[in-house]
Nanobody, 120 residues
Framework: QVQLVESGGGLVQPGGSLRLSCAAS????????MGWYRQAPGKQRELVAA???????NYADSVKGRFTISRDNGKNKVYLQMNSLKPEDTAVYYC??????????????WGQGTQVTVSS
């Protein structure tokens, strides 16, 4: 199976920055795409940023110009640089990979989530 391990969340003041990291491990055949989602209390989980197997990037309108997604050459790590953070960015952030373990059909894998709190 595929495991996702996240780090980098925490408490930050408005206007500050955080960098989230996610590493995929396991006997992985392929990772088709990776991305970051977030979910605030009482709200639906939403896509924040994604990077495809071809290297193209997509961002939610609310974070364009502030957040940057990137990955390593092996496509098994993904990062989210978050700048100019706002209180409305407060949420649990989840790493997701659409991946195939060896001898398994592709499916979504999720990290455990990391809390990001933006508050003064």
């Amino acid at each position: 199976q595929v495991q996702l391990v996240e780090s980098g969340g925490g408490l930050v003041q408005p206007g500050g920055s955080l960098r989230l990291s996610c590493a995929a491990s396991g006997i992985i055949f392929s990772i088709n795409a990776m991305g970051w989602y977030r979910q605030a209390p009482g709200k639906q989980r939403e896509l924040v940023a994604a990077i495809t197997g071809g290297g193209s990037k997509n961002y939610a309108d609310s974070v364009k110009g502030r957040f940057t997604i990137s990955r390593d050459n092996g496509k098994n790590k993904v990062y989210l640089q978050m700048n100019s953070l706002k209180p409305e960015d407060t949420a649990v952030y989840y790493c997701k990979a659409y991946a195939s373990a060896w001898y398994k059909d592709p499916r979504d894998y999720w990290g455990q989530g990391t809390q990001v709190t933006v508050s003064s």
